[in-house]
């Protein structure tokens, strides 16, 4: 279940529904997908998109979403801090964002342009919609451990625009 802070208004929502609303008002989709527990979180891969064939299927039909796959992100991936460092600073993309946790913990920090920062720390079941163009960055919790489920439109599109702002330096 994810944890919602709006660190500027000193806010935390840990409720699905009030996660839902809050995150909906600055244009973000938050769901629950809960046949989390029908596969095993290190399954493989095909049987993890197969797990959530029909999730993912009424995704893409929503959002025009090409292909997905998932990425699997552990503490002795070679590296791995030099990946995590594209992923800290500040920046958009040219096609939304879509992940859906399988095991472990990412989270991901919101720059909405009229509303305050939020920072949304996702685990297992949680699945989140970043729509293009809008301004976040992302990193993982102390464990260094992430699986989820990623759907693009357009993976040339995946990209990250760095703001070159800083602002992830105040969270
Ligand atoms: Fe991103």
Redesign the pocket.
């Known amino acids: 279940m994810a944890i919602v802070n709006v660190p500027d208004k000193n806010l935390t929502f840990t409720e699905t529904e009030e996660i839902k609303n809050y995150l909906g008002a600055i244009g973000i989709d938050y769901e629950r997908w809960e046949n989390v527990k029908s596969v095993s979180p290190d399954a493989s891969a095909d049987d993890i998109l197969e797990a959530y064939s029909k999730e993912i299927e009424e995704m893409k039909a929503k959002g025009d979403y090409m292909t997905a796959d998932v990425i699997d992100i552990k503490p002795d991936i070679p590296n791995l801090e030099t990946i995590l460092d594209r992923?800290r600073p500040e920046?958009?993309?040219d096609e939304d964002?879509v992940r859906f946790i399988v095991k472990g913990c990412g989270i991901f920090h919101i720059a909405p342009k009229d509303a305050d920062v939020v920072s949304i720390k996702m685990t297992a079941g949680d699945l989140i919609r970043?729509p293009r163009g809008t301004n976040?960055?992302?990193d993982l919790d102390e464990t260094r451990t992430v699986r989820a489920i990623r759907l693009f439109q357009d993976t040339a599109g995946?990209t990250?625009i760095y703001t070159e702002s800083g602002l992830e330096r105040n969270y």
Do not use: D, I, K, N
């Open positions: 992923f920046h958009r993309h964002e970043v976040h960055w992302f995946w990250p």
